[in-house]
């Protein structure tokens, strides 16, 4: 029987910087949904990469060389090359577990833009226009006049800059109806919910043809020779229409046909707010036009400010991801972001946040329970798993720890399919809550004084299993903390076995050996 496939993407990121702390968040969470499904036994791809095509990274390299006028092809690549590299090094630091990097410069992804182009083409919704209007260099965006703010870009503070030049357009304004029945018809396809009213009334009010070609723009695919009228001049293809097709380039379109076919669609496009038009409307009129399906659901999360003040180079208060890995760990910082931001909503980013999340939920929480039950073993078992006899086999010692971590499991899957990933994370320091009131309880170092070993057995071997049970809950968000409790509890095969097995209580065999002396996450002292 074939696995089930889930292909999840994150966008595409600019490189004229290194990432900050609002990429490394997506990118964060779609590496946890990845890990989800792996353990789930399904055949995962998680793709990355970066968006190259931008007049953005020509100006980030203008910049740093301080050099005016137009860097050559060799400079351009060279830099794209470095900073590209920059991007998938970070990626590597925060354990992201991408198994392919995009980037829209490589020759498979000119290839898919070419088929992809020509499917449109043919199709008919392709027209040459001329473009009057408005150009933010920092959107990559033509801007209608009533969203400027005193003759503004809202977010980039600059007046744009006026365009008017011959352009090809995409029909786009053609499928506002298709647009509609879709969106109506597939509930599950924006999310959250809250956000499909604003992409609805942008299609019903604003959604126009719209232009996907810059004349005279030396980087960037050009367009296809097939298509070219000789009165349009040199054009190249406009960087959203460019950069959405890497989410079928990165899976074989235009190459590899039969492993596009087994995994499009895209089971999960993670985005942020800002981009949810070009993902909800223009992507998927363009993929109606080359006759393709659609993916199924296009996640919208929110944005982060830090203390409270929005990110900014003028503020000083970009983050850098592997900083903060470096100085807290990497399971804290992914922890940190995937507990404290309710995903799908705004959130704010904080070291005093962060710095409290540590010490109570993983410091306090799973750090110390795993520390005094693998010490209580090592004590009072001989550091082997204990055996439980069937006379403890009541309902106290074992049907009902069974329930409640089945009951955990439960609201664990359901957090993460509603897509509440705060609350699965929740969920993991519940099921620690439990393991740390069955000691408190049963004090087994009590139970050792009266020579009760077959109850010290049993609570032990509850709690080694509590244990497993964790690690397995926490892989996807904490993988090197998770992957050390395995080592430590003697579970070798963590990865081999199917998720449903493992999920069942009373997977520990008695006599394997266990490992004391571990400490996951020390604690931070103010
Ligand atoms: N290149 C386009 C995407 C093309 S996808 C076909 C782009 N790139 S970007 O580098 O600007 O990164 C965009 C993504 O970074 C946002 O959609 C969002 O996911 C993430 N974030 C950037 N700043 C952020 C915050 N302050 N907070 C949370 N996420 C943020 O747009």
Redesign the pocket.
Known sequence: MSKTKYYITT????INDKP?I??A??TIVADFLARLHRLRGEEVVLLTGT?EN?QKNIEALKNKTGKTEEPTGKEVQKYLDEMSAVWEKTWDTLAITNDDFIRTTEDRHHKAVEEFYLRVFKKGDIYLGTYVGVYCAGCELFILESELVDGKCAIHKVAPKAIKEKNYFFKLSQYREKLLDYIESHPQFIQPQSRKNEVVSYIQKFMEDTSISRENMKWGIPIPAFATDASAGEQAIYVWFD??I?YLSGVGFGGDEKKFKRIWPADLHL??K??IKFHCALWPAMLMSAGLPLPKTVFA?G??TIDSEK?SKSLKNIIDPTDVARKYGNDTLRYYLLREIPFGEDGDFSFARLEERHNSDLANGIGNLAARVLAMTEKFCGGKVPSVTASTHTVEFWASPALSLGKSWASYEKAVSDFKIHDAMKTIIDVVRFGDTLIDKEKPWALAKEGMTDRINTVLYVLLETLRHIAYMSWPALPEAAEKLFAVLGVKNWNKISYEEAKVWGGLKPGTKVKAGLQLFPKIEK
């Open positions: 966008p595409i990121y600019y900050h609002g990429h968040y997506t968006d931008s950069a959405l890497n985005v942020g800002d981009i999360h944005f982060f990110m």
